[in-house]
């Protein structure tokens, strides 16, 4: 992850805002007393917090696993 301190003058949020919408790579603002964060695009973050959800519902993790696992065949009422 790369990381840039918060600190420089140079720091252009617009660029890091690109940077992050672009690559999907976060970056760590770091500064000097240890209380750093970390930029990530909106959409990444919105597939976390729809990962974090789903993971929060009983049962819902292996139901996508036993999902995914089974041929679409099997899958198709006709």
């Known amino acids: 992850m790369t990381a840039i301190n918060a600190a420089m003058p140079s720091l252009n949020i617009f660029k890091?805002?690109?940077w992050v919408n672009e690559?999907?790579?976060p970056i760590t603002l770091?500064?000097?007393?240890g209380k750093n964060a970390v930029v990530i695009s909106e959409d990444d973050?919105?597939?976390?917090?729809e990962?974090?959800?789903?993971e929060?519902?009983?049962g819902?993790?292996?139901?996508?696993?036993n999902g995914?696992?089974?041929?679409?065949e099997e899958c198709v009422n006709e």
């Open 16 to 18: 890091i805002m690109s």
């Open 30 to 33: 770091t500064n000097d007393n």
């Open 68 to 72: 995914k696992n089974t041929p679409f």
């Open 45 to 49: 973050w919105n597939s976390i917090q």
């Open 56 to 58: 929060s519902i009983p």
């Open 23 to 25: 690559t999907s790579e």
């Open 51 to 54: 990962t974090l959800y789903l």
């Open 60 to 65: 819902m993790t292996q139901s996508l696993i």
